[in-house]
Structures are given as C-alpha cells and as structure tokens.
C-alpha cells in the first residue's frame, strides 16, 4: 500500500539539479547487492486520444512521427544516466531495453494490439498474448552531454517503434496461420506494451 501511496505522488516529469543527482543515487551505485534501476520513459500510457495529440504536437515541432509510442521524456533518463557516468566505479554496465506489446483476439476474430488496462488483463474472456523484445545496450555506449542523451533516447525510440510494427505484422500472420487447436498453446505465448520499461543492471561477481 505505502508503495501504491508513493507511485500516486510522484511526479512522472520529475529531474534532479545534477548536484543533487550523486547523493540521491549513491546508495544505489554503492550497493554490494544485486538491485535495479528501472524507468518508463514514455511521456504517457498510449491511448488512441494521447496518440492522435502526440501527432499534432510532433507536426508542429518537427518531431519523429512515431505510430506505436509516445514521445519519450528526457529529463529522468538523463539523471540517471549522469549519475552512472560520474560516480564509478559501480555495478551497473548494461541497459536492458525492453519493448512489450499487448494482443488479444476481439469478439469478431481480429487480432487487437490496444494494451489492456489492469483490470482488463484479470477480466479478459480471451487469453492476452505479451511479447517481450529485449535488447542489451552497454551504458559506456550512451553519450553524456545531454543534448546526445536526448537524440540517442529519441532513435532508441524510433528503433522501437519500427521494432513493434514488425512484430504485430508476424504476429498477426501467425494469428491467421495457425490451426484453431493451437488456441490454448498461444495464450501461453509472452506480449507487450507500448513504450517499454528500461531497466538497467549488471550482474554482481561472485
């Protein structure tokens, strides 16, 4: 529940002063333990309506017009990313990239890849596919000056992108290929969600 409390109160635009970044992630960074730092840097949950605004709003600014996720926000990625160059060393070495995409068979047979809410995913009738598209990216790989942190998060983004468009195309062609008693073997079959966590950790050596 404390946690639920938190997660409520927390501003999702949140950045630190870069002075303040050291001392806000030094337990973290100092830890003998095996611990993530996980962060969801898409702007918003993807709905149609937050979709069609994101694409009047990249028209406007001439930004990367992108057809399964929102724009992502800077600012927190950039804090940690700040951090993890300034203080070494520590155990963090990789960024584990995570790109999930949710499907799910609608009442007249087509194949929907709209993510679910929370209480969708409990009450769904039909089985929920989620597929995981993982990708390791070596954090010495991704720049410091924050202007490069932005472009490089922005590609990351387009790269997703094109990355979900590919796989609900095989996904749907396996959907219609598929022989109506392979039903129950798919449902066990992982799928995703639109703009994807990142997470972030190196495995502690023994």
């Known amino acids: ?36 730092i996980v962060m969801f ?3 918003n949950i993807w709905t149609e309506s937050s979709h069609n605004l994101q694409r009047q709003i990249s028209e406007k600014y ?16 950039y804090n940690v990313i700040t951090a993890l160059h300034k203080y070494k060393p520590h155990p963090y070495s990789n960024l584990y990239d995570l790109t999930i995409i949710y499907s799910h068979k609608t009442k007249n047979g087509e194949v929907s890849y709209t993510p679910p809410t929370l209480l969708e995913i409990f009450s769904s009738p039909s089985p929920i596919t989620i597929i995981v598209y993982a990708k390791i990216r070596p954090i010495s790989r991704i720049p410091q000056k924050r202007k490069k942190v932005e472009r490089y998060l922005e590609r990351l983004w387009k790269h997703k992108d094109k990355i979900i468009s590919q796989i609900e195309t095989e996904n749907s062609l396996h959907q219609a290929e598929k022989q109506p008693q392979d039903i129950s073997a798919l449902s066990l079959i992982a799928n995703t969600s639109r703009g994807t966590p990142l997470g972030e950790q190196q495995q502690q050596q023994q």
Not at 15 to 20: A, G, I, M, R, T
Not at 62 to 77: D, G, K, T, V
């Open 1 to 36: 529940m404390k946690i639920l409390l938190h997660l409520l109160k927390c501003d999702e635009n949140w950045e630190l002063e870069e002075s303040s970044v050291l001392f806000v992630f030094a337990r973290l960074l100092r830890s003998k333990f095996s611990e993530w």
């Open 41 to 43: 840097p898409e702007v």
């Open 62 to 77: 001439y930004l990367p017009a992108l057809n399964n996720l929102l724009y992502p926000r800077f600012s927190a990625f």
